[in-house]
């Protein structure tokens, strides 16, 4: 879907906006009742007893004269952009339901405001008008072409903005996608027509060849299905004047039953969604390329599935991972280090200045932060505190947590180099990045991200969507910060 977006420095008229059936306006902090339909404005506050300020906590939607409808919101210059995403969803909900054609977007205040509020409704816009995978003979589509700003005039044509956009969207275009349509075979089909589309290079290591390097952990979980199609993808995007080399690597679990510990039904339903850390990483590699960012991306995709079956890897199991570490099989529904194991290994042997994950990993994470936040650890604090940084500039939050040596003593096995993990819970997530962290071959700095906040009902900062796309944006804000270290 391609959304033209014209630029006007000028403010719009009443008159003009008399041609649209729907219009956002991002109102000034001071009251000014000579803007456009300002009088409709006020006579609805009056009705439902507000008053101009509270536009700044929650937007109004108003039926204009010409019987078209629009939306006011007041942005102060202070907000996050979390904040200032959020705020702008909730002003377009009412807006995208319609399917509109044609939008207004009238953008007030500062020359600050409006390059902020300009770029971020844009965002919001077009993230929520975006087609995602849905098989409903009826379903309404999109039908937005044209957004029309008037206010402020770039001296860009917000190409950056459409590069996220499109990374998110292919994010939560797979990660919706139904299990029967994405499987590791299909999957890995559609990773190949997206190398090609976008010149990236293409590598797999599937069941056998990962047989015959030893990656046994991940071996031990793909081991499972049938067909035994899963596979560790490897892509890359190098640009002529890469600045730095830097991998990202993602846990792409097409379903996850949890193997011999199955899955309670209230458990197992959505887990076509454990691959969402393998979708965060393709659309952070999509929005880099068409970014044309000056680094050199190293795209690890791990993608299985976890059945259970005679076939599949059990408690008690002693398999041994591609750097040579044993591992005792303590539950097989922690599947996810078990993959990403050996996909760290082969990330690391490329020697990038920078390795970050991203996975749907642990419900202790969840438990930790509920599903508004995801979730940071980092072998180096500084490269924590610069997650931290990213997440707030793209308005998609992460708090870091300690990677500290003292929890390996929990992680002690009496038949092998190291326990997967505990039957006790607790600080799993934290278990599950020390468990990680021994994979890493060459001490190369590295990011693992949790993503407890990849789905939420009702949605999360700028998207509608339960299913959100987080990661994508914040990803490619530690790209660009990392690039300029």
């Not at 011999?260 to 454990?274: I, S, T």
């Not at 965060?280 to 259970?308: E, R, T, Y």
């Not at 060459?442 to 999360?460: E, M, Q």
Request: charge should be negative; aromatic fraction near 8%; glycine fraction near 8%.
């Amino acid at each position: 879907m391609s959304i033209k977006l014209t630029q006007n420095v000028a403010n719009a008229t009443e008159n003009t906006l008399n041609s649209y059936q729907y219009a956002i306006f991002v109102l000034p902090e001071n009251e000014d009742r000579n803007l456009p339909f300002s009088q409709t404005l006020f006579t609805k506050l009056n009705r439902v007893k507000k008053e101009y300020k509270d536009l700044e906590k929650s937007p109004l939607t108003v039926d204009l004269p010409h019987g078209g409808l629009a939306s006011f919101i007041i942005l102060n210059e202070n907000l996050t952009p979390f904040q200032r995403h959020t705020l702008l969803r909730k002003a377009i909900k009412q807006i995208i339901e319609e399917h509109p054609e044609n939008i207004a977007l009238c953008v007030y205040g500062s020359e600050t405001a409006r390059s902020m509020n300009a770029c971020a409704a844009y965002y919001v816009l077009t993230a929520n008008a975006a087609q995602l995978t849905n098989h409903k003979k009826d379903h309404a589509k999109s039908h937005l072409k044209n957004i029309d700003l008037f206010g402020y005039q770039a001296e860009h044509d917000f190409s950056f903005v459409n590069a996220r956009v499109a990374g998110n969207t292919l994010c939560r275009q797979l990660t919706t996608t139904p299990p029967n349509d994405l499987t590791p075979s299909s999957y890995r089909e559609k990773i190949n027509v997206l190398a090609k589309q976008h010149g990236w290079q293409h590598e797999e290591f599937d069941m056998q060849k990962l047989k015959e390097i030893g990656a046994g952990a991940f071996v031990a979980v793909g081991q499972g299905s049938d067909p035994q199609d899963a596979a560790i993808v490897h892509l890359t995007y190098q640009p002529a004047l890469a600045k730095k080399h830097i991998a990202i690597i993602g846990k792409g679990i097409c379903f996850d039953t949890g193997g011999h510990n199955l899955k309670p039904a209230k458990y197992m339903l959505g887990m076509h969604e454990d691959m969402n850390g393998s979708a965060v990483a393709l659309g952070i590699l999509l929005a880099a390329s068409k970014m044309q960012l000056p680094v050199k991306i190293d795209c690890w995709l791990a993608i299985a599935q976890n059945h259970i079956s005679p076939t599949a890897y059990k408690q008690n199991d002693v398999v041994t991972a591609l750097n040579g570490m044993t591992i005792e099989i303590v539950h097989t529904d922690a599947e996810g280090r078990m993959v990403l194991a050996d996909t760290l290994t082969l990330a690391s042997r490329q020697k990038p200045d920078y390795m970050i994950d991203f996975a749907t990993l642990t419900g202790s994470m969840i438990t930790a932060l509920g599903d508004r936040i995801s979730g940071v650890i980092s072998n180096r604090p500084a490269l924590a505190c610069k997650a931290i940084g990213a997440g707030n500039m793209a308005g998609e939050r992460v708090v870091a947590f300690p990677y500290e040596e003292d929890f390996d003593s929990d992680l002690e096995s009496d038949v092998a180099d190291i326990k997967q993990c505990t039957l006790e819970g607790g600080g799993d997530h934290i278990h599950a990045a020390r468990f990680l962290g021994k994979f890493i071959e060459h001490d190369i700095p590295w990011l693992h991200t949790d993503l407890s906040s990849a789905n939420r009902k009702g949605g999360l900062g700028a998207i509608e969507a339960d299913t959100n796309g987080f990661g994508v944006g914040f990803g490619i804000e530690m790209l660009k910060s990392l690039i300029e270290d």
